[in-house]
């Protein structure tokens, strides 16, 4: 009888980048303390979780990773990354591989897909904290990931010189988060979260119910950006909220019974527990 292990992997939050990633140009994401873990021997695998699915916090990229680390029953962070994101591949399409990388190395990522054979990645060791963030979980959307990456790569067709504009904004909102993170950086965090989501919004990702949720966490002083790839119709996943006075915005969501949770960053990648 073939002992059995057991590997985990986190879900993770693209703090910047999303959509645009799939054209070559740069995310910033993190590893967030929500796992998924799977034991077994190659047979009648145990799977638990607790990222949300569907949620645009990389469920199946954690999924992905942990199968790959229970495959080759060993750390080896490279070969898990490679395999995951081919195990991507046959779930999403055309993924960035931004999500497998993230779940497998951890922490904070600077990505950047150059092209199919060649994607480069940087782990950042932050010299600053991020102000304290919390995610607002819309619902799960109607829209698959593959689905929405393909609603955007149709609008892109259409009107190229348009989005091109659109992911150089977000380019350089990425580049500024960046910054603040290496304390190389003047911007304000909640102008960042804003001007992304507006950006984000022009992308038509976001649908109108979250928009308007976005709309009121604005007007309390607060900022908001869905993460992941969103969705147009109903819900869009994971919203990310700041607002420099928890309480108030604590408040508000008890208000308006919205599903609102405090989230830690910069977590531990792939990890073998027993």
Same mark, same amino acid.
């Given at each position: 009888?073939?002992?059995?292990?057991?590997?985990?992997?986190?879900?993770?939050?693209?703090?910047?980048?999303? !959509?645009?990633?799939?054209?070559?140009?740069?995310?910033? #994401?993190?590893?967030?303390?929500?796992?998924?873990?799977?034991?077994? @021997?190659?047979?009648?695998?145990?799977?638990? =979780?607790?990222?949300?699915?569907?949620?645009?916090?990389?469920?199946? *990229?954690?999924?992905? #990773?942990?199968?790959?680390?229970?495959?080759?029953?060993?750390?080896?962070?490279?070969?898990?990354?490679?395999?995951?994101?081919?195990?991507?591949?046959? !779930? !999403?399409?055309?993924? =960035? %591989? #931004? &999500?497998?990388?993230?779940?497998?190395? %951890?922490?904070?990522?600077?990505?950047?897909?150059?092209?199919?054979?060649?994607?480069?990645?940087?782990?950042?060791?932050?010299?600053?904290?991020?102000?304290?963030?919390?995610?607002?979980?819309?619902?799960?959307?109607?829209?698959?990931?593959?689905?929405? #990456?393909?609603?955007? =790569?149709?609008?892109?067709?259409?009107?190229?010189?348009?989005?091109?504009?659109?992911?150089?904004?977000?380019?350089?909102?990425?580049?500024?988060?960046?910054?603040?993170?290496?304390?190389?950086?003047?911007?304000?965090?909640?102008?960042?979260?804003?001007?992304?989501?507006?950006?984000?919004?022009?992308? &038509?990702?976001?649908?109108?119910?979250?928009?308007?949720?976005?709309?009121?966490?604005?007007?309390?002083?607060? *900022? *908001?950006?869905?993460?992941? *790839? %969103?969705?147009?119709?109903? @819900?869009?996943?994971?919203?990310?909220?700041? !607002?420099?006075?928890?309480?108030?915005?604590?408040?508000?969501?008890?208000?308006?019974?919205?599903?609102?949770?405090?989230?830690?960053?910069?977590?531990?990648?792939?990890?073998?527990?027993?």
């Amino acid at each position: 009888m073939r002992a059995k292990l057991k590997f985990s992997a986190p879900g993770k939050l693209i703090i910047s980048g999303e !959509h645009a990633v799939v054209y070559g140009y740069p995310a910033l #994401v993190t590893a967030i303390d929500r796992r998924l873990s799977i034991e077994g @021997s190659g047979k009648d695998d145990k799977i638990t =979780s607790d990222i949300p699915i569907g949620a645009g916090m990389g469920s199946s *990229a954690a999924f992905a #990773v942990a199968t790959s680390a229970l495959r080759i029953k060993k750390i080896d962070l490279p070969k898990i990354n490679e395999l995951a994101y081919k195990l991507e591949k046959k !779930h !999403h399409g055309s993924p =960035s %591989g #931004v &999500d497998n990388t993230i779940c497998t190395y %951890g922490g904070f990522l600077w990505y950047r897909k150059e092209s199919e054979n060649l994607k480069t990645f940087k782990v950042i060791v932050p010299k600053t904290k991020f102000p304290k963030i919390y995610l607002l979980n819309t619902g799960k959307p109607v829209e698959s990931t593959k689905e929405m #990456v393909t609603h955007v =790569s149709d609008l892109y067709r259409g009107r190229k010189s348009y989005f091109d504009t659109v992911f150089r904004g977000i380019e350089k909102i990425t580049k500024e988060f960046l910054g603040l993170l290496l304390n190389d950086s003047n911007s304000d965090f909640d102008e960042l979260v804003k001007y992304n989501e507006e950006l984000l919004e022009k992308l &038509d990702v976001v649908s109108p119910t979250t928009k308007n949720i976005i709309r009121k966490i604005e007007k309390i002083g607060g *900022a *908001a950006k869905i993460t992941g *790839a %969103g969705g147009k119709k109903e @819900s869009s996943g994971m919203v990310i909220v700041y !607002h420099n006075d928890s309480d108030k915005l604590l408040k508000f969501a008890k208000d308006n019974k919205l599903d609102l949770f405090s989230v830690k960053i910069g977590e531990e990648g792939v990890r073998i527990e027993k």
